[in-house]
């Protein structure tokens, strides 16, 4: 895979607005940052998959610290300990994944990326619980917290599963928030670890690129809280959602619009 030069002037352009779109979507929702950056980093920017996953890591860890402060009243900390224990466990796991599919072609990375996403916007959707009345049983938090390790050590994105069981609990909008900031931010460390170790200096590029970012990224994510204090929620979520599934199908289409 082709790995750029952080400073290139039109390359820091696209990333800056890529992280700044992605830091607003954070602000409002309380996810979502990945699921839009990674794909229009490897799409738009041209940036290889642990690069653009490296990316966000960094820059989301200004999206969800500013956001946890802002909401770091709502936090439970008994509640978020076993979720992110197991969800950090499976991070190596989705990693070594990732690793095995460095030997393929850019245009095919694309097209599974795509395929991902897409699945995971749509099952976000459709299978998310309607009613909160009914306490979920134990097994649930394991199976939505270690598919969301296995996943962001894959690809980055591994918010889905969670905001499905969070959306299960009977929290207020603002406590919802508050548990995906913290869990987004507690596997920062463990997950740069593990890129750095497993792809080397590119990965250190790629930090370099998003710490140069850092503007961009604080007033995104400010614009993003403010706008998720005054829209409705379900226009907030039907927003995101046909963002997340046109940018899904570019991924997958990528092949029959751009040359290998």
């Known amino acids: 895979h082709r790995h750029r030069d952080p400073t290139d002037l039109r390359l820091y352009s696209l990333v800056a607005l890529i992280l700044c779109a992605a830091s607003v979507l954070q602000g409002m929702v309380g996810f979502a940052a990945g699921l839009l950056a990674i794909p229009l980093l490897v799409l738009v920017a041209g940036v290889g998959m642990p690069e653009a996953i490296m990316t966000v890591?960094?820059?989301?860890?200004?999206?969800?610290a500013g956001g946890l402060f802002h909401l770091r009243g709502q936090i439970v900390w008994r509640e978020a300990l076993g979720p992110i224990i197991i969800r950090i466990a499976f991070i190596p796991i989705g990693v070594g994944a990732l690793f095995l599919t460095t030997h393929l072609p850019d245009q095919q990375i694309k097209m599974v990326l795509g395929a991902v996403l897409l699945v995971l916007v749509l099952m976000q959707q459709l299978l998310a619980p309607k009613d909160t009345s009914v306490e979920l049983r134990p097994i649930w938090k394991w199976i939505a917290f270690s598919s969301s390790g296995f996943l962001v050590g894959f690809c980055?994105?591994?918010?889905?599963?969670?905001v499905m069981w969070v959306m299960a609990q009977k929290w207020t909008s603002a406590k919802s928030r508050a548990f995906l900031f913290?869990?987004?931010l507690s596997r920062l460390v463990p997950h740069c670890l593990l890129l750095y170790f497993t792809f080397g200096d590119v990965i250190g590029k790629?930090?370099?690129t998003?710490?140069?970012c850092v503007p961009w990224i604080i007033g995104g994510t400010w614009a993003g809280l403010l706008l998720?204090?005054?829209l409705p929620k379900h226009r907030l979520r039907i927003l995101v959602f046909w963002i997340l599934v046109l940018t899904a199908l570019s991924a997958i289409a990528a092949p029959f619009w751009q040359p290998p």
Not at 57 to 64: G, T, Y
Not at 156 to 162: A, D, E, K, L
């Open 210 to 212: 998003a710490l140069l």
């Open 206 to 208: 790629a930090a370099f």
């Open 57 to 64: 890591l960094i820059s989301a860890f200004l999206q969800n």
């Open 228 to 230: 998720g204090n005054r």
């Open 182 to 184: 913290c869990l987004f």
């Open 156 to 162: 980055g994105m591994g918010g889905p599963p969670m």
